[in-house]
């Protein structure tokens, strides 16, 4: 569904993300974790579309995707959820999936307002479609960000450590939130917090220094010597 072949972002004289390959296929749930500047959240622009790649190409597809702008890679299948909640604080919270239903899913007016009311449900905030965003706790705002997002009927759902700043138990209703929204896409889900790609992300991917190191099954991936010594510090490659 989704190829990158060498993506490569630039700051001045450091290389953000380094001749990065990344395939997606329908139904992959990949997470994707590292050290701080590892350039996690830069490639995530990348695919979303914020930034422009100094080198490489992305398709969706089959088609060439590369240089088309944020809004257009939302049309064209590619939505992300955002690790602080991008919602419009004095639009309804129904008003806040509407938006992208009308315009990221290109749906008329009757079929974004129900799609809109379906997502919403979903993501268990169909009993407060009519508070406005700005009123709500962080747990519903990341519910309503992650509504938001696939309102726009994305292929590819991108999200960008969606479940920072939550308790335990919060962490656990969104990673069954994502569970039940990733059926039928593909998923990148960038993290800091392990525990919360186990169980919903079979692949894992470990970026160090804007490359990608590690690529495979969790399992595999989660035990191998290089992310033991990189991503937490183990010498000797056994997890402690």
């Known amino acids: 569904m989704l190829t990158a072949r060498g993506l490569t972002r630039r700051f001045g004289v450091i290389t953000a993300v380094d001749a990065v ?7 992959d ?4 974790i590292g050290p701080n500047g590892a350039g996690k959240s830069t490639l ?32 064209a299948g590619i939505a992300r959820a955002a690790q602080i909640p991008q919602t419009f604080a004095r639009l309804t ?4 999936a509407l938006l992208p239903a009308q315009h990221g899913a290109r749906l008329p007016s009757g079929a974004a307002e129900a799609w809109a009311d379906e997502v919403l449900e979903m993501c ?8 406005l965003a ?19 009927r994305p292929r590819v759902l991108l999200l960008d450590e969606v479940a920072a700043g939550l308790t335990e138990p919060e962490i656990a209703t969104i990673k069954a939130l994502v569970d039940k929204l990733r059926v039928g896409r593909a ?8 525990f919360a790609l186990r169980g919903t992300c079979e692949r894992l991917v470990v970026m160090d220094k804007g490359a990608k190191l590690l690529d495979g099954a969790f399992d595999e991936v989660w035990g191998h010597p290089d992310l033991q010594r990189i991503y937490m510090g183990v010498a000797d490659g056994r997890a402690a």
């Open 134 to 152: 700005g009123t709500l706790g962080l747990l519903d705002r990341k519910r309503l960000e992650l509504a938001k997002a696939v309102a726009a």
């Open 124 to 131: 268990g905030l169909a009993g407060k479609t009519a508070a």
């Open 44 to 75: 995530l622009s990348l695919l979303a579309g914020d930034n422009p790649p100094d080198a490489g190409r992305l398709e969706l597809n089959g088609q060439m995707i590369t240089r088309l702008p944020l809004h257009a890679r939302v049309v």
């Open 93 to 96: 919270v129904r008003e806040n």
């Open 21 to 27: 390959d990344l395939d997606l296929a329908p139904g």
């Open 29 to 32: 749930a990949v997470g994707l």
């Open 187 to 194: 998923v990148v889900w960038v993290e800091h917090i392990p």
